[in-house]
């Protein structure tokens, strides 16, 4: 894009005219040749976007908009000459493009917006889009992935950024929220002057080690088509604007033809504020459900094909159709280590008994409900294992949000399937068909004393019954004998710091942990119990009677701990033999 082009044509637009002069002076986009029929829209409509006359990203928009809708007629109404009168009687839109701060380009300018804002609400128009940003959302460990509008961050990992985003709207909604305010919240644009693009067009890009973040790059073509969307329907509300597809920040380097540079992120901190570095560390994706439902936008570019674009490279139909996880499993990076490393702990380590792996279902969603002991996610890694390597099947499981704040481990449980333990996203999994993996004793569980290692705890809030009755899957219980002594907790030392840093309730204290923290290398059992099919028993509206969740819950529980006693029965030594002898006896 030539900005000197678009400066040139602005200060025409910007010189000191009157409202006449200014309607004939209005920039009006060329067309584009490669221009390609979007979706339907009804007559032909006059435009305003409001922006500040250096924001080319709001350039770049305006020449996207006059690709996506020729028909339509655009004025730019430049913020630095909001005193001259405006012609706003034939206008039946506004659009808000706001700058971004020169810092980090990832924060809006409020000081421009508190002087646009009431301008804009003088329009005689009753159609406003706010371009805003899904950076709103924030991110953090415990981010919920792809965010739904309604997603409301923990307080505690609200930044400056989001907070930013957030006023930046609750100041548009006070001004416009009567005249009708549609709030587009757009993934990272590729071009835009946010950090991610102007780094992903760089030779060599600073990464966080240990960290590799899925990525929603949003082509500024579809950008522009959801915009008219919003001002074909005019429907007050926020949406979310991203494409259908992710791609992982380390593949989205090398595919831009990048170096990929990894420095710690105490090191980074010296040139990067915190916050921003957050957005290099953990995923912040978006759904895009609702506009595509309510405003029938539908994204033509996948993130890959928007990169290559920014990079004007050409992109062959086999990088073009890469397919990458949503929450960043990799299959194949699971393989991998299936020959390797899992099959070493499973088979010589700790020498895997497995019973009752014909019990899990060979297709359709089920909750695997399990016991997890020793405070490390051994137990969690080595069920997918044995479910991977006999079924074929890939669950995912529920992570705890402490987990995924120390870099490499959270690099290594996000490839494997985890996901953020939240209740919509496992729902969402559920939907599509697949295996959600829940602890539901929760971290009193993992931090259990070894005295009471094999009793069953309380499940808690009980949600993932609420889950599978909403659902309509079955849950499948199962229990692990052998993971409690790879790390028997004998003890806890209470910290602040130590649990504000990690989120885990204490420091335990076991024979190798801290000082050595190496597993031991106890014989484990691992049992799949029959399925409870509580969607053959119960309908969905049973998720909102309590005296059937107990129910539930009682008999679940009841059938884990008979199967702990089972095997307990039958183990002779910890480190080594199996119950599959003394049950052939």
């Given amino acids: 894009m030539n900005h000197n082009r678009k400066r040139n044509v602005v200060e025409k637009v910007d010189a000191p005219v009157n409202s006449q002069e200014l309607q004939k ?42 690709v996506s809708r020729p028909a339509n007629r655009y004025k730019f109404l430049p913020a630095d000459n909001t005193s001259a009168p405006v012609d706003d009687s034939t206008l039946d839109a506004t659009i808000y493009i706001p700058s971004f701060s020169a810092r980090d380009a990832m924060t809006p300018r409020l000081d421009e917006a508190a002087r646009l804002l009431p301008i804009a609400a003088s329009l005689k128009c009753n159609n406003f889009v706010l371009l805003s940003s899904a950076l709103a959302y924030g991110t953090g460990c415990g981010r919920q992935g792809l965010a739904p509008e309604e997603y409301c961050p923990p307080r505690d990992e609200r930044d400056r950024i989001s907070e930013s985003w957030c006023s930046l709207e609750a100041m548009a909604a006070t001004h416009l929220e009567t005249r009708g305010l549609t ?11 946010s950090l991610v693009s102007r780094l992903l067009k760089r030779r060599a890009v600073p990464t966080l080690a240990g960290h590799d973040p899925v990525l929603q790059l949003l082509s500024i073509s579809d950008l522009a088509e959801a915009i008219c969307c919003a001002l074909g329907n005019a429907k007050p ?26 420095f710690p992120r105490t090191a980074q901190r010296l040139v990067r504020r915190k916050h921003v570095l957050e957005y290099f560390r953990y995923p912040w994706t978006i759904s895009n459900v609702k506009i595509k439902k309510e405003l029938g936008f539908m994204p033509r570019k996948s993130s890959i094909t928007a990169l290559l674009e920014h990079r004007g490279k050409s992109h062959h139909a086999a990088v073009r159709h890469l397919h990458f996880d949503d929450f960043g499993m990799d299959k194949s990076y699971i393989q991998f280590y299936g020959k390797t490393l ?6 010589y380590y700790w020498r895997i008994d497995t019973r009752g ?19 490390m996610p051994f137990d969690g890694v080595m069920s997918l294992h044995v479910v991977v390597q006999n079924t074929g099947r890939f669950p995912r499981f529920l992570t705890h949000p402490g987990l995924l704040k120390f870099p490499f481990l959270a690099n290594f449980m996000t490839k494997l399937g985890g996901v953020v333990a939240c209740q919509d996203t496992a729902e969402r999994i559920l939907q599509s068909g697949e295996l959600v993996g829940i602890f539901p004793e929760g971290i009193n569980g993992a931090f259990t004393y070894y005295r009471d290692a094999y009793r ?9 019954i609420k889950m599978a009755l909403r659902n309509r899957v079955p849950i499948l219980p199962y229990v692990v004998v052998g993971s409690a002594e790879i790390f028997p907790i004998f003890g806890k030392i209470n910290s602040r710091s130590w649990t504000r840093y990690t989120e885990w309730p204490c420091i335990p204290i076991t024979p190798t942990f801290p000082l050595l923290p190496v597993p031991l290398p106890s014989k484990w059992h691992m ?25 539930i819950s009682a008999d679940v529980r009841a059938k884990m701990q008979t199967a702990f006693d089972q095997i307990l029965s039958r183990r002779r030594r910890i480190f080594w033999g199996t119950t599959l002898e003394n049950d052939q006896q």
Wanted: aromatic letters at 8%.
């Fill in 237 to 262: 509300g926020i949406f979310n604007v991203a494409p259908d597809s992710v791609v992982p920040l380390h593949t989205a380097i090398r595919l831009s033809g990048s170096r990929r540079i990894s």
């Fill in 183 to 193: 709030i587009l919240r757009a993934s990272t644009v590729l071009p835009s002057p």
């Fill in 456 to 464: 069953v705890q309380g499940f808690g809030r009980e949600a993932f």
């Fill in 342 to 347: 899992f099959k070493f702990l499973c088979d």
């Fill in 357 to 375: 792996l014909e019990n899990i279902p060979q297709q359709g969603a089920g909750l695997l409900v399990g016991t997890h002991r020793g405070f």
């Fill in 527 to 551: 049992h799949f119990l029959p399925p409870v099919h509580v969607e053959q028993q119960y309908g969905p509206e049973a998720a909102r009677d309590r005296s059937v969740i107990k129910a």
């Fill in 25 to 66: 002076g209005s920039r009006v986009l060329e067309q584009h040749e490669n221009f390609q029929p979007g979706f339907k829209t009804a007559g032909v409509s006059t435009v305003a976007v409001l922006a500040d006359m250096g924001n080319h990203f709001a350039h770049d928009v305006l020449d996207a908009l006059q």
